[in-house]
Protein backbone atom coordinates (compact mmCIF):
# COMPACT_ATOMS: atom_id res chain seq x y z
CA UNK A 1 0.00 0.00 0.00
CA UNK A 2 1.48 3.31 -1.02
CA UNK A 3 -0.31 6.69 -0.34
CA UNK A 4 -2.16 6.76 3.08
CA UNK A 5 -4.55 9.10 5.12
CA UNK A 6 -5.28 7.31 8.22
CA UNK A 7 -7.70 9.29 10.79
CA UNK A 8 -6.88 8.28 15.02
CA UNK A 9 -9.18 8.83 17.60
CA UNK A 10 -8.69 8.85 21.73
CA UNK A 11 -11.50 9.10 24.44
CA UNK A 12 -9.97 6.93 26.94
CA UNK A 13 -10.04 9.83 29.29
CA UNK A 14 -11.15 13.34 29.74
CA UNK A 15 -9.57 14.49 26.43
CA UNK A 16 -11.52 13.95 23.17
CA UNK A 17 -8.83 13.68 20.28
CA UNK A 18 -8.47 12.88 16.29
CA UNK A 19 -5.66 13.65 13.80
CA UNK A 20 -5.22 12.62 10.64
CA UNK A 21 -1.97 11.63 9.16
CA UNK A 22 -0.96 11.13 5.65
CA UNK A 23 1.50 8.34 4.59
CA UNK A 24 3.30 7.98 1.47
CA UNK A 25 5.92 5.63 2.43
CA UNK A 26 4.18 2.75 4.58
CA UNK A 27 6.31 0.04 2.77
CA UNK A 28 10.03 1.06 2.53
CA UNK A 29 12.12 0.92 5.21
CA UNK A 30 11.95 4.36 6.88
CA UNK A 31 8.59 4.97 7.14
CA UNK A 32 7.03 8.25 7.86
CA UNK A 33 3.93 10.35 7.83
CA UNK A 34 2.97 14.24 7.85
CA UNK A 35 0.03 15.35 10.22
CA UNK A 36 -2.81 16.79 8.32
CA UNK A 37 -4.94 18.06 11.45
CA UNK A 38 -4.54 17.27 15.13
CA UNK A 39 -7.36 18.07 17.62
CA UNK A 40 -8.06 17.82 21.28
CA UNK A 41 -11.15 19.25 23.24
CA UNK A 42 -10.37 18.60 26.92
CA UNK A 43 -13.10 18.02 29.40
CA UNK A 44 -10.80 19.65 32.20
CA UNK A 45 -12.84 22.76 33.16
CA UNK A 46 -16.19 20.25 32.99
CA UNK A 47 -14.56 17.44 35.95
CA UNK A 48 -12.91 20.55 38.18
CA UNK A 49 -16.00 21.42 38.59
CA UNK A 50 -16.13 17.69 40.57
CA UNK A 51 -13.03 17.02 41.61
CA UNK A 52 -12.23 14.33 39.34
CA UNK A 53 -13.21 12.71 36.12
CA UNK A 54 -16.74 11.53 35.90
CA UNK A 55 -16.71 7.87 33.83
CA UNK A 56 -20.67 8.93 32.60
CA UNK A 57 -19.74 12.30 31.75
CA UNK A 58 -16.63 11.79 29.83
CA UNK A 59 -18.55 9.61 27.63
CA UNK A 60 -21.65 11.77 27.02
CA UNK A 61 -19.03 14.56 26.30
CA UNK A 62 -16.77 12.54 23.99
CA UNK A 63 -20.21 11.62 22.18
CA UNK A 64 -20.66 15.27 21.83
CA UNK A 65 -17.45 16.54 20.55
CA UNK A 66 -16.48 13.70 18.24
CA UNK A 67 -18.60 14.54 15.17
CA UNK A 68 -18.00 18.16 15.50
CA UNK A 69 -14.19 17.36 15.98
CA UNK A 70 -14.73 14.97 12.68
CA UNK A 71 -15.79 17.67 10.53
CA UNK A 72 -12.89 19.70 11.72
CA UNK A 73 -10.44 17.45 11.11
CA UNK A 74 -12.04 16.65 7.35
CA UNK A 75 -11.83 20.15 6.91
CA UNK A 76 -8.41 21.13 8.04
CA UNK A 77 -6.99 17.85 5.82
CA UNK A 78 -8.52 18.84 2.73
CA UNK A 79 -10.87 15.52 2.89
CA UNK A 80 -14.30 17.38 3.39
CA UNK A 81 -16.80 17.49 0.74
CA UNK A 82 -20.21 18.07 1.01
CA UNK A 83 -23.17 15.66 -1.47
CA UNK A 84 -25.84 13.66 -0.31
CA UNK A 85 -25.05 10.38 0.45
CA UNK A 86 -26.99 7.28 0.95
CA UNK A 87 -26.43 5.09 4.10
CA UNK A 88 -26.36 1.37 2.79
CA UNK A 89 -26.01 -0.40 6.30
CA UNK A 90 -28.52 1.31 8.24
CA UNK A 91 -28.95 -1.48 10.10
CA UNK A 92 -25.74 -2.91 11.04
CA UNK A 93 -25.08 0.98 12.40
CA UNK A 94 -28.13 1.14 14.09
CA UNK A 95 -27.15 -1.78 16.35
CA UNK A 96 -23.11 -0.16 16.61
CA UNK A 97 -24.77 3.21 18.00
CA UNK A 98 -27.82 2.09 20.01
CA UNK A 99 -25.22 2.61 23.17
CA UNK A 100 -23.97 5.95 22.06
CA UNK A 101 -27.98 7.71 21.56
CA UNK A 102 -25.81 11.14 21.67
CA UNK A 103 -23.45 10.01 19.08
CA UNK A 104 -25.49 8.51 16.97
CA UNK A 105 -27.67 11.31 15.61
CA UNK A 106 -25.61 13.51 14.73
CA UNK A 107 -22.59 11.58 13.11
CA UNK A 108 -25.94 9.94 10.35
CA UNK A 109 -26.39 13.61 10.02
CA UNK A 110 -23.03 14.18 9.16
CA UNK A 111 -22.02 10.86 6.92
CA UNK A 112 -25.71 11.28 5.04
CA UNK A 113 -24.32 14.85 3.69
CA UNK A 114 -20.52 14.13 3.06
CA UNK A 115 -19.05 12.44 0.28
CA UNK A 116 -16.49 9.57 1.44
CA UNK A 117 -13.59 10.86 2.77
CA UNK A 118 -10.57 9.54 1.59
CA UNK A 119 -9.85 8.05 4.53
CA UNK A 120 -7.96 4.37 4.16
CA UNK A 121 -7.20 3.15 7.87
CA UNK A 122 -8.69 3.81 11.36
CA UNK A 123 -6.44 4.05 14.23
CA UNK A 124 -8.06 3.67 17.99
CA UNK A 125 -7.53 3.43 21.22
CA UNK A 126 -9.28 0.31 22.93
CA UNK A 127 -7.56 0.41 26.04
CA UNK A 128 -6.37 1.18 28.97
CA UNK A 129 -9.06 4.01 30.45
CA UNK A 130 -11.95 4.37 31.53
CA UNK A 131 -14.64 1.57 30.07
CA UNK A 132 -17.21 4.10 29.26
CA UNK A 133 -15.20 6.22 27.26
CA UNK A 134 -13.40 3.83 25.45
CA UNK A 135 -16.70 2.55 24.05
CA UNK A 136 -17.83 5.87 22.49
CA UNK A 137 -13.93 6.33 20.47
CA UNK A 138 -14.55 2.55 20.02
CA UNK A 139 -17.75 2.49 18.74
CA UNK A 140 -17.38 5.84 16.68
CA UNK A 141 -14.28 3.93 15.27
CA UNK A 142 -16.62 1.15 14.43
CA UNK A 143 -19.43 3.11 12.62
CA UNK A 144 -16.74 4.55 9.89
CA UNK A 145 -15.08 1.28 9.34
CA UNK A 146 -18.72 0.34 7.97
CA UNK A 147 -19.86 3.19 6.71
CA UNK A 148 -16.44 4.32 4.93
CA UNK A 149 -15.59 0.02 4.60
CA UNK A 150 -12.25 0.98 6.12
CA UNK A 151 -10.18 -1.67 8.31
CA UNK A 152 -8.84 -0.75 12.08
CA UNK A 153 -5.54 -0.87 13.58
CA UNK A 154 -6.84 -1.09 17.68
CA UNK A 155 -4.11 1.04 19.58
CA UNK A 156 -3.07 0.89 23.08
CA UNK A 157 -2.86 3.89 25.04
CA UNK A 158 0.08 2.99 27.27
CA UNK A 159 2.17 2.49 23.52
CA UNK A 160 1.11 5.99 22.73
CA UNK A 161 2.51 7.19 25.24
CA UNK A 162 6.03 5.33 24.77
CA UNK A 163 5.52 6.52 21.47
CA UNK A 164 4.98 10.17 21.13
CA UNK A 165 8.67 10.47 21.49
CA UNK A 166 9.03 9.82 17.80
CA UNK A 167 7.18 12.85 17.05
CA UNK A 168 9.70 15.54 15.99
CA UNK A 169 9.86 19.19 17.35
CA UNK A 170 8.26 21.03 14.65
CA UNK A 171 6.00 17.93 13.94
CA UNK A 172 3.13 19.88 12.52
CA UNK A 173 5.02 21.80 9.52
CA UNK A 174 7.11 18.57 8.90
CA UNK A 175 6.92 16.63 5.68
CA UNK A 176 8.39 13.66 7.76
CA UNK A 177 7.29 14.28 11.18
CA UNK A 178 8.54 10.90 12.46
CA UNK A 179 12.21 11.03 13.51
CA UNK A 180 14.19 8.24 12.02
CA UNK A 181 12.84 4.63 13.77
CA UNK A 182 16.02 2.87 12.75
CA UNK A 183 18.28 5.75 14.84
CA UNK A 184 17.40 3.78 18.48
CA UNK A 185 19.89 1.01 20.14
CA UNK A 186 17.30 -0.53 22.45
CA UNK A 187 16.75 -1.63 25.26
CA UNK A 188 15.52 1.37 26.57
CA UNK A 189 13.47 1.84 29.66
CA UNK A 190 10.67 3.82 30.05
CA UNK A 191 8.87 5.17 32.88
CA UNK A 192 5.39 5.80 32.58
CA UNK A 193 3.66 8.52 34.84
CA UNK A 194 0.01 9.65 34.35
CA UNK A 195 -3.50 9.93 36.32
CA UNK A 196 -4.00 5.93 35.71
CA UNK A 197 -0.42 4.66 35.62
CA UNK A 198 3.02 4.07 37.14
CA UNK A 199 5.03 2.02 35.20
CA UNK A 200 8.42 1.07 34.62
CA UNK A 201 8.50 -0.95 31.30
CA UNK A 202 11.32 -2.27 29.04
CA UNK A 203 10.86 -1.07 25.20
CA UNK A 204 12.81 -4.37 23.54
CA UNK A 205 12.07 -2.92 20.33
CA UNK A 206 9.15 -0.64 19.21
CA UNK A 207 6.38 -2.62 19.20
CA UNK A 208 7.52 -5.03 21.73
CA UNK A 209 7.49 -3.96 25.47
CA UNK A 210 7.82 -5.69 29.25
CA UNK A 211 6.45 -4.22 32.08
CA UNK A 212 9.10 -4.78 35.06
CA UNK A 213 7.37 -2.69 37.97
CA UNK A 214 4.42 -1.31 38.66
CA UNK A 215 2.50 0.98 41.64
CA UNK A 216 0.62 -1.30 43.55
CA UNK A 217 -2.15 1.32 44.44
CA UNK A 218 -2.38 4.71 43.83
CA UNK A 219 -0.72 6.65 40.39
CA UNK A 220 1.91 9.71 40.71
CA UNK A 221 -0.80 11.62 38.66
CA UNK A 222 -3.54 10.56 41.06
CA UNK A 223 -1.33 11.02 44.49
CA UNK A 224 -0.79 14.14 42.45
CA UNK A 225 -4.50 15.15 42.41
CA UNK A 226 -4.99 14.09 45.45
CA UNK A 227 -3.18 16.03 47.50
CA UNK A 228 -3.43 18.73 45.46
CA UNK A 229 -7.15 18.30 46.34
CA UNK A 230 -6.33 18.51 50.15
CA UNK A 231 -4.80 21.74 49.71
CA UNK A 232 -7.72 23.25 48.17
CA UNK A 233 -6.84 23.07 44.39
CA UNK A 234 -9.22 21.74 41.60
CA UNK A 235 -8.75 19.14 39.91
CA UNK A 236 -6.30 17.64 37.57
CA UNK A 237 -3.93 19.23 40.89
CA UNK A 238 -0.93 18.12 39.07
CA UNK A 239 -0.21 20.88 37.42
CA UNK A 240 -0.84 23.07 40.35
CA UNK A 241 1.36 21.36 42.77
CA UNK A 242 4.22 22.10 40.85
CA UNK A 243 3.44 25.71 40.35
CA UNK A 244 3.29 25.91 44.30
CA UNK A 245 6.04 24.31 44.68
CA UNK A 246 8.42 26.31 43.04
CA UNK A 247 8.02 29.14 45.60
CA UNK A 248 8.48 25.89 48.05
CA UNK A 249 11.54 25.41 50.49
CA UNK A 250 12.42 23.00 53.00
CA UNK A 251 10.84 22.86 55.93
CA UNK A 252 11.71 20.99 59.23
CA UNK A 253 7.72 20.78 60.13
CA UNK A 254 6.71 19.09 56.15
CA UNK A 255 8.43 15.64 56.22
CA UNK A 256 7.15 13.18 53.92
CA UNK A 257 8.10 9.63 53.60
CA UNK A 258 9.68 7.79 50.43
CA UNK A 259 7.95 4.87 49.80
CA UNK A 260 9.65 1.87 48.89
CA UNK A 261 12.61 3.71 48.38
CA UNK A 262 14.66 0.79 49.54
CA UNK A 263 13.27 -2.24 48.06
CA UNK A 264 15.18 -3.91 46.02
CA UNK A 265 12.07 -4.25 43.10
CA UNK A 266 10.34 -1.96 41.02
CA UNK A 267 7.52 -1.76 43.04
CA UNK A 268 5.86 1.61 43.48
CA UNK A 269 3.55 2.94 46.19
CA UNK A 270 2.07 5.93 46.69
CA UNK A 271 -0.99 5.39 48.42
CA UNK A 272 1.31 5.42 52.58
CA UNK A 273 2.37 9.26 50.54
CA UNK A 274 -1.03 10.48 50.25
CA UNK A 275 -2.23 9.41 53.81
CA UNK A 276 0.98 10.74 55.43
CA UNK A 277 0.64 14.06 53.56
CA UNK A 278 -3.29 14.07 54.66
CA UNK A 279 -2.32 13.75 58.03
CA UNK A 280 0.38 16.20 57.92
CA UNK A 281 -1.74 18.90 56.55
CA UNK A 282 -4.30 18.09 59.21
CA UNK A 283 -1.66 18.77 61.79
CA UNK A 284 -1.03 22.00 60.53
CA UNK A 285 -4.38 23.07 59.79
CA UNK A 286 -5.08 22.59 63.05
CA UNK A 287 -2.04 24.42 64.61
CA UNK A 288 -2.94 27.11 62.68
CA UNK A 289 -0.02 26.97 60.25
CA UNK A 290 -1.41 25.91 56.90
CA UNK A 291 -0.51 29.73 54.96
CA UNK A 292 0.76 29.51 51.09
CA UNK A 293 4.10 29.76 52.06
CA UNK A 294 3.12 26.11 53.97
CA UNK A 295 1.28 25.14 50.92
CA UNK A 296 4.32 25.50 48.91
CA UNK A 297 6.40 23.84 51.65
CA UNK A 298 4.28 21.08 51.18
CA UNK A 299 4.35 21.04 47.83
CA UNK A 300 8.20 20.72 47.50
CA UNK A 301 8.09 18.80 49.71
CA UNK A 302 5.70 16.56 48.44
CA UNK A 303 7.43 16.47 44.77
CA UNK A 304 10.73 15.43 46.09
CA UNK A 305 9.18 12.87 47.57
CA UNK A 306 7.98 11.47 44.49
CA UNK A 307 11.05 12.30 42.34
CA UNK A 308 13.25 10.39 44.94
CA UNK A 309 11.34 7.44 44.61
CA UNK A 310 10.76 7.60 40.73
CA UNK A 311 15.01 8.15 40.33
CA UNK A 312 15.68 5.70 42.58
CA UNK A 313 13.99 2.65 41.17
CA UNK A 314 14.57 3.39 37.22
CA UNK A 315 18.36 4.34 37.77
CA UNK A 316 18.03 0.40 39.64
CA UNK A 317 16.05 -1.12 36.62
CA UNK A 318 18.20 0.91 33.80
CA UNK A 319 21.32 -0.92 35.43
CA UNK A 320 19.82 -4.55 35.95
CA UNK A 321 18.90 -3.90 32.17
CA UNK A 322 21.39 -2.17 30.70
CA UNK A 323 19.22 0.61 29.05
CA UNK A 324 19.83 2.40 26.19
CA UNK A 325 18.19 5.90 27.10
CA UNK A 326 15.36 6.46 29.17
CA UNK A 327 11.93 7.38 27.66
CA UNK A 328 9.66 9.40 29.94
CA UNK A 329 5.74 9.51 29.23
CA UNK A 330 2.37 10.04 30.44
CA UNK A 331 0.73 13.20 31.66
CA UNK A 332 3.17 13.51 34.45
CA UNK A 333 6.22 13.91 32.42
CA UNK A 334 4.71 17.54 31.82
CA UNK A 335 5.93 17.88 35.42
CA UNK A 336 9.31 20.48 35.19
CA UNK A 337 11.01 19.59 38.52
CA UNK A 338 10.51 15.99 38.21
CA UNK A 339 12.38 15.79 34.31
CA UNK A 340 14.86 18.42 35.60
CA UNK A 341 16.01 16.43 38.22
CA UNK A 342 16.34 13.06 35.81
CA UNK A 343 18.14 15.08 33.47
CA UNK A 344 20.60 16.03 35.89
CA UNK A 345 20.68 12.21 37.26
CA UNK A 346 20.89 10.74 33.76
CA UNK A 347 23.72 13.61 33.25
CA UNK A 348 25.52 11.70 35.81
CA UNK A 349 24.71 8.37 35.05
CA UNK A 350 25.82 9.07 31.30
CA UNK A 351 22.76 8.44 29.73
CA UNK A 352 20.21 10.07 27.28
CA UNK A 353 16.70 10.87 28.34
CA UNK A 354 13.90 11.15 25.72
CA UNK A 355 10.53 13.45 26.26
CA UNK A 356 7.56 13.85 24.18
CA UNK A 357 6.57 17.32 22.96
CA UNK A 358 5.03 19.42 25.93
CA UNK A 359 2.24 19.58 23.90
CA UNK A 360 2.09 15.72 23.26
CA UNK A 361 2.42 14.85 26.98
CA UNK A 362 -1.40 14.92 27.81
CA UNK A 363 -3.76 12.45 25.91
CA UNK A 364 -3.93 12.83 22.34
CA UNK A 365 -4.58 10.81 19.50
CA UNK A 366 -1.46 11.81 17.14
CA UNK A 367 0.34 9.68 19.96
CA UNK A 368 -2.40 7.08 18.74
CA UNK A 369 -1.57 7.26 15.22
CA UNK A 370 2.11 6.92 15.76
CA UNK A 371 1.46 3.34 17.71
CA UNK A 372 -0.93 2.71 14.98
CA UNK A 373 1.64 3.55 12.63
CA UNK A 374 4.62 1.65 13.83
CA UNK A 375 2.27 -1.62 14.63
CA UNK A 376 0.84 -1.78 11.41
CA UNK A 377 4.40 -1.25 9.65
CA UNK A 378 5.74 -4.02 11.27
CA UNK A 379 2.83 -6.19 11.04
CA UNK A 380 0.94 -5.43 8.66
CA UNK A 381 -2.45 -6.28 10.63
CA UNK A 382 -5.99 -4.83 10.63
CA UNK A 383 -9.25 -6.16 12.37
CA UNK A 384 -12.77 -5.50 11.17
CA UNK A 385 -14.97 -3.71 13.22
CA UNK A 386 -16.62 -7.05 14.62
CA UNK A 387 -13.61 -7.81 16.40
CA UNK A 388 -13.13 -4.25 17.95
CA UNK A 389 -14.09 -3.74 21.84
CA UNK A 390 -12.97 -1.25 24.69
CA UNK A 391 -11.00 -3.06 27.14
CA UNK A 392 -10.50 -1.02 30.10
CA UNK A 393 -7.43 -2.72 31.91
CA UNK A 394 -5.70 -3.54 28.72
CA UNK A 395 -2.04 -4.31 29.39
CA UNK A 396 1.03 -3.69 27.49
O1 LIG B 1 -1.63 10.93 30.63
P1 LIG B 1 -2.67 11.84 31.20
O2 LIG B 1 -3.03 13.08 30.44
O3 LIG B 1 -4.00 11.05 31.42
C1 LIG B 1 -4.00 9.73 31.81
O4 LIG B 1 -3.87 8.85 30.92
O5 LIG B 1 -4.06 9.51 33.05
O6 LIG B 1 -2.21 12.24 32.68
C2 LIG B 1 -2.97 13.09 33.49
C3 LIG B 1 -2.29 13.25 34.83
C4 LIG B 1 -3.14 13.97 35.87
O7 LIG B 1 -3.10 13.24 37.07
C5 LIG B 1 -2.45 15.33 36.03
O8 LIG B 1 -2.59 15.89 37.31
C6 LIG B 1 -1.02 14.94 35.77
O9 LIG B 1 -1.09 14.05 34.69
N1 LIG B 1 -0.20 16.12 35.43
C7 LIG B 1 0.80 16.59 36.23
C8 LIG B 1 1.32 17.75 35.58
N2 LIG B 1 0.62 17.94 34.42
C9 LIG B 1 -0.29 16.94 34.35
N3 LIG B 1 1.29 16.15 37.40
C10 LIG B 1 2.31 16.83 37.95
N4 LIG B 1 2.84 17.94 37.41
C11 LIG B 1 2.39 18.44 36.24
N5 LIG B 1 2.93 19.53 35.71
ZN1 LIG C 1 -2.59 9.05 29.21
Not at 55 to 79: D, F, G, I, Y
Not at 160 to 187: D, M, Q, R, V
Not at 264 to 287: M, N, P, Q, V
Not at 359 to 377: E, P, V
Request: with cysteine.
Amino acid sequence: MGHMNILAIETSCDETALSVIHTETFDTENPNFSVLSDLVISQIEIHAKYGGVFPAMAKREHAKNLTPLLVQALQESKLYQESTNVINDADQLKEILEREPELSSELIKLVSKIKKPAIDMIMVTHGPGLAPALWVGVNFARALSILWDIPIVPVNHMEGHITSILLKENYINEKNALLNIHSFTFPYLSLLISGGHTQLVLVKNWGDYQIIGESIDDAVGEAFDKVARMLGFSYPGGPKISQVAIHGKKNDLVQLPRPMIYTKDYRFSFSGLKTAARYLIKELEEKNLLNAHMISDIAYEFEHAVTDVLIKKTILAMQEYSAQGLIIAGGVSANNFIIEAFTKELDEYGSKLYLPEKKLCGDNSLMIATAGFIQYWKNKKTINQSELSAIGNLRL
